[in-house]
C-alpha cells in the first residue's frame, strides 16, 4: 500500500481496516516514509483529539521529524502535552509552519488554508467519517493521498437533513472514500485482515455481524489474554456477569421487560454497579505484550448511545467514587481503546427501534473498544422489539444499499450475547 502511494498512478490509495487493526500505525509509518522520502506532507483528521493524538504519536516515533500543529483561534485549541515534543510546532497560521516536513490539522481547519502551494501527498484519517463536501473544501490543497478508514464505524455527521441529494454522485453528505471510488472505480482499495485490538473472544462477532464482505481475525488466540480479579465474587449479579465476561470475554447484565425514559434509572445504575464492582474487585489483566497488569479506572469506559445517558451515568459514578471511568457516547468514543468496556445497549427500554438506534456503526462501535472483555447492560425484549420494528426505511434509487442493516447486525449481537446472560432483579 505505501509503494501504490508513492508510484500508483492513481491520486489515490483506500485502505480499509477494521477495528484495532493499527490504522494510527499505519498514519504514522506511511508519514515518516513519505518524509524521509523527501515529501511534503499534509495529514488530514476529524476531530481535534485525533490530530493531538496523532502529533503525538509521530513524534514520539521520530523525535527529529519536524511536526506542525495546525489549530485554530480558539482560547485552548490543542492537548498542552504536545509542547512537551521538542520538534513540534503550533501556530494557527498554514504560513507559519511552512517549513516543517509534516502539518497535521483537522478538516475543518484545512478547508481554511488558501494562497499556499500544493502538499504533493497527504494521508486522510478515519476518511470514512468524513463527509464528502470537506473532501471537496480540501482536495485543492494536495496532488495524492492516502485514505484510511474503517467501513463499519458510524457515518459522517450532518446537522442538515440531506435527502434531497440521495442517490446521487455528489451527495455532501456521503462519506468521502464512498464519493472518492463512486467517481474513481479504479483506483487501488487495500485491506489490513487482522485486528490487535479485539480479543480472540471479540473478533468472530465483529467480523461477522459488522463486516461480512471483508472478514478480519484476530491478531491473538484462546487464552493470549486473561482477567482476573483480586476479590472475591460476592454473588451479585454484577459480579457473576463479570466472571461470565472474564471467562468469555462478553457478558449480559439483563434487566426485566419494561418502557423507560432514554436515561433509565435502574439501567444507569446497574452500569455504574458493575464499573464499581470491576474497581472494587482488583481485576489484573495479562496479555501478549504484559502479564498482571492492574486494571485501573482509566482503562475501564462506559458506551451510550446518547449524551444525556452518559451524564446520567457519569453522575452515578461519582457518587460511588468512580468518576475516573471514561464515559462517553458511541461517537465520542471511537478510535480509542479500553480493556474492559461496559455497554448501555441502544435499544435497552425503548418503545421503538428508530434508524439512529438501529445504525449499524453505532452498535460496532461500542461492542469493539475493547481489549479483553465487553458486559452489556440492557433490558430484556430487544428481540421483540426487533421483530415488531422490521426496517422501513425508504428505498432510494442509486444509493447503496448497506449489509448488514442495523436490523440484522443487532439480532446477531444479541443471538452471541444470550449465550452469556446474567438476570438482574432489582
Not at 494521508?123 to 484510511?148: H, K, N, P, T
Not at 434509572?265 to 502479564?291: I, N
Amino acid at each position: 500500500m505505501l509503494h501504490d502511494t508513492l508510484h500508483s498512478p492513481y491520486r489515490g490509495v483506500v485502505v480499509d481496516s477494521p477495528p484495532g487493526a493499527g490504522k494510527s500505525t499505519l498514519v504514522v509509518r506511511a508519514a515518516r516514509e513519505l518524509a524521509a522520502a523527501g515529501h511534503r506532507l499534509m495529514v488530514v483528521a476529524q476531530t481535534n483529539a485525533q490530530v493531538d493524538d496523532l502529533v503525538d504519536r509521530l513524534a514520539t516515533a521520530d523525535p527529529d521529524l519536524p511536526v506542525g500543529r495546525l489549530h485554530s483561534s480558539d482560547p485552548d485549541p490543542y492537548d498542552k502535552m504536545l509542547d512537551g515534543h521538542p520538534s513540534v510546532r503550533a501556530s494557527a497560521k498554514a504560513a507559519d509552519l511552512a517549513g516543517m516536513e509534516v502539518v497535521i490539522s483537522t478538516a475543518a481547519k484545512w478547508a481554511h488554508v488558501k494562497n499556499t502551494e500544493p502538499w504533493r501527498h497527504a494521508i486522510v484519517d478515519e476518511a470514512y467519517q468524513m463527509r464528502s463536501d470537506a473532501l471537496l473544501a480540501v482536495a485543492g490543497l494536495f496532488e495524492r493521498a492516502l485514505f484510511v478508514g474503517d467501513p463499519g464505524q458510524l457515518d459522517p455527521f450532518s446537522v442538515v437533513g440531506a435527502e434531497q441529494w440521495a442517490g446521487l454522485s455528489y451527495d455532501p453528505s456521503a462519506s468521502a472514500v464512498s464519493t472518492l471510488l463512486a467517481h474513481n472505480p479504479a483506483l487501488p482499495q487495500h485491506r489490513l485482515p487482522v485486528s490487535w485490538r479485539l480479543p480472540a473472544s471479540a473478533a468472530p462477532l465483529v467480523s461477522g455481524a459488522f463486516y461480512p464482505y471483508t472478514p478480519f481475525r484476530s491478531g491473538t488466540g484462546p487464552g493470549d489474554r486473561r482477567l482476573s480479579f483480586g476479590a472475591a465474587a460476592d454473588g451479585s449479579p454484577a459480579d457473576r456477569v463479570l466472571d461470565e465476561a472474564a471467562a468469555s470475554g462478553w457478558g449480559l447484565l439483563e434487566l426485566p421487560a419494561r418502557h423507560t425514559p432514554r436515561t433509565d434509572p435502574e439501567a444507569v445504575g446497574a452500569v455504574a454497579q458493575v464499573v464499581r464492582r470491576l474497581l472494587d474487585r482488583r481485576g489484573v489483566t495479562a496479555d501478549e505484550r504484559r502479564d498482571a497488569v492492574p486494571l485501573t479506572a482509566d482503562r475501564i469506559a462506559v458506551g451510550t448511545a446518547h449524551r444525556d445517558q452518559a451524564a446520567a451515568v457519569r453522575e452515578a459514578l461519582a457518587a460511588l467514587d468512580a468518576g475516573e471511568v471514561t464515559v462517553d457516547t458511541a461517537n465520542r468514543l471511537q478510535g480509542r481503546e479500553f480493556d474492559v468496556t461496559v455497554v448501555l445497549h441502544p435499544l435497552s427500554g425503548r418503545p421503538d427501534a428508530t434508524a439512529f438506534h438501529l445504525e449499524t456503526g453505532r452498535l460496532c462501535v461500542l461492542a469493539s473498544r475493547h481489549r479483553h472483555a465487553c458486559v452489556v447492560v440492557c433490558r430484556e425484549g430487544v428481540r421483540e422489539l426487533l421483530d415488531g420494528h422490521p426496517s422501513t426505511e425508504p428505498v432510494q434509487l442509486g444509493v447503496t444499499v448497506k449489509f448488514p442493516d442495523g436490523w440484522e447486525a443487532n439480532h446477531a449481537v444479541m443471538t452471541r450475547l444470550e449465550e452469556h446472560r446474567v438476570r438482574w432483579r432489582p
